[in-house]
């Protein structure tokens, strides 16, 4: 059976760790430096799916209080959202804080193949794109994968990608949950009365 520590065997303890962590500090810096910035801090932490499309364009899944610091290390200046759903209250508070503006483009999930693609709000959510002005800019939907690879997928044949390359980065996103109604409309979506508003996409 293990005796009580006395008062004063328990104070002597206490000094032989503080003298240990104190020497431990003195020979390791780099751990004093951290014990006082870490908690201030937090890691860079990029949403799901994030990737960037070109200069200035960024992709991904919906940003979470995690991804704020590193949404804000890209000096956003806009934010496509792809969702019908309002805006989170938390996320409406980073984006005033940091002066970055929201679109939202509601476009409904579609998990049911009869469930047509809006021609019409990609066509507007790629003249917000296609605005250097509003660059950088964030693209997201849910998880980063159909909404957002269809959105991009349609930039990239205004930027005159061929086709497969195209199905490759949405495929690249999407993996198992790829859908054919996706790739279709991509194929057949017609760029003719967007190139004309910016170079930008020429790149």
């Given at each position: 059976m293990k005796m009580d520590a006395s008062p004063r065997q328990r104070s002597q303890?206490?000094?032989?760790?503080q003298g240990n962590v104190a020497i431990e500090?003195?020979?390791?810096?780099?751990?004093?430096?951290?014990s006082v910035g870490c908690e201030e801090?937090?890691?860079?932490?990029?949403?799901?799916?994030?990737?960037m499309v070109?200069?200035?364009v960024f992709r991904s899944g919906f940003p979470g209080?995690?991804?704020?610091?590193?949404?804000?290390?890209?000096?956003?200046r806009s934010i496509v959202y792809l969702c019908p759903e309002p805006y989170p209250e938390e996320n409406a508070r980073f984006?005033?804080?940091?002066?970055?503006?929201?679109?939202?483009?509601?476009?409904?999930?579609?998990?049911?193949?009869?469930?047509?693609?809006?021609?019409?709000?990609?066509?507007?959510a790629l003249k917000v794109i296609l605005d250097v002005r509003n660059h950088p800019v964030l693209i997201h939907c849910n998880r980063g994968k159909h909404r957002t690879g269809c959105l991009v997928g349609?930039?990239?044949?205004?930027q005159r990608w061929c086709l497969s390359s195209v199905f490759d980065e949405y495929l690249h996103f999407a993996a198992?949950?790829?859908?054919?109604?996706?790739?279709?409309?991509?194929?057949?979506?017609?760029?003719?009365?967007?190139?004309?508003?910016?170079?930008?996409?020429l790149k």
């Open positions: 303890e206490a000094e032989q760790k500090l003195w020979n390791h810096p780099e751990k004093l430096a951290c801090e937090s890691p860079l932490v990029p949403p799901l799916n994030f990737a070109d200069d200035g209080a995690a991804n704020f610091r590193f949404l804000g290390s890209l000096n956003l984006l005033g804080r940091s002066g970055i503006k929201l679109h939202q483009f509601g476009i409904q999930g579609r998990k049911e193949p009869f469930v047509g693609i809006p021609e019409e709000t990609i066509r507007e349609c930039l990239r044949k205004l198992a949950k790829a859908r054919k109604t996706d790739q279709r409309f991509m194929e057949l979506f017609d760029t003719s009365s967007l190139v004309h508003l910016s170079a930008w996409q």
